[in-house]
């Protein structure tokens, strides 16, 4: 019988890591184990490696990576999106357009739509810098 409970368990916390995930919108990414750290020559890695502690999520401060287009601030916001979501936490993923576009629709939906967006205990907002 214990046995049988245990799998129920894992089972259970294996469903709800992907009903999390597909939540999320991470989408495919690269793992940051495959990320080349000897370009862009001026990456801090030992500041990447302590966001991906999410130590920052327990004093609630904001992170904004800046840099360059095609640097792989995406790759790098992804990959702490996705270990949020191992450590348990709810995550979002959207783009500035995509939440502006969201967000802009019309009055009638619009708590609901900024509960979509401060409900989540991580929110990534990817290209930023993109909007004018």
């Known amino acids: 019988m214990e046995a049988l409970v245990q799998r129920e368990m894992e089972e259970r916390q294996r469903r709800s890591v992907e009903r999390r995930l597909r939540d999320a919108r991470i989408g495919k990414f690269s793992p940051i184990a495959s990320f080349d750290w000897t370009w862009p020559t001026h990456i801090d890695r030992e500041h990447i490696g302590r966001l991906l502690t999410l130590a920052f999520m327990n004093d ?69 810098g993109y909007l004018s």
Request: glycine letters at 8%; proline letters at 3%.
């Open 60 to 128: 609630s401060d904001n992170v904004i990576l800046a840099a360059a287009q095609g640097l792989g601030k995406t790759m790098v916001a992804k990959n702490i999106a996705y270990k949020a979501v191992l450590a348990g936490h709810m995550v979002l993923f959207t783009t500035a357009g995509a939440m502006l576009l969201d967000l802009s629709d019309g009055p009638r939906a619009l708590q609901s739509r900024i509960r979509k967006y401060t409900a989540p205990r991580l929110l990534v907002v990817d290209e930023v």
